[in-house]
């Protein structure tokens, strides 16, 4: 008897942010402490880069504000012409090409397997980031080894951000990023409210901030 056709596999995948108990999944924390560490891992070896550079090169002489380059109110000055942005756009790139050259080469000199690329800002990772901020400022992730602090102000301020870039870039996103933008918005919202509601109402007997007498 002929095999059975083998249906198609379907992995489903799951996104969300917090857990049925409302708390901030493991993995989630995990993704971001990873990025952090590759982050540090970048930094430092910019820094060597850095001191390289500095080491080659001789210190220029310090020089006198010209009094003509200070702004005042009533002679502001003109903004860079389309040929001064492109000249300058240009030298951008040229100078992180070579900047990413150096850090790749300092961290095979320290084993690591990371490329520099893998460091570059993407419309992702600065959601992500903004995410993450937001989660520390509402009290429900921390800096490893540090306590969590509620900063309400600075969270509202962060997810009002998000919800600006919503709007901003509405029809200039791809689904993903538009279906990642539209999560993180909602969970942190949820989150927030969440946050405000214990706050106001505490567990009877437990004080204002939530913790144990």
Known sequence: MAEKEKKPEFVVTDRRLFST??????????????????????SEAQRVVNEERAAQQQPAPESAVPTSSIVTDEAAPEGPSAQEQHDSAAA??????????????????QGQPHRAQDFEITFE??????????????????????????????????????????????GNLTPAEQNMLQNCLYELRMAYLEVTNLLAHPPQGGPAGGGKP
């Open 92 to 109: 951008y790139r040229e100078s992180t090409r070579e900047i990413d050259e150096s850090i790749e080469k300092e961290m095979r000199k």
């Open 21 to 42: 108990d409302g708390e901030l999944r493991q993995d989630v924390v995990d993704d971001e402490e990873r990025r952090a560490e590759r982050e540090r891992e970048k």
């Open 125 to 170: 990772k600065f959601v992500a980031s903004l995410y993450m901020s937001s989660l520390v400022q509402l009290g429900l992730a921390a800096p490893q080894g540090a306590k969590p602090q509620v900063d309400l102000l600075g969270a509202r301020q962060t997810i009002d951000t998000l919800a600006i870039l919503q709007g901003k870039t509405k």
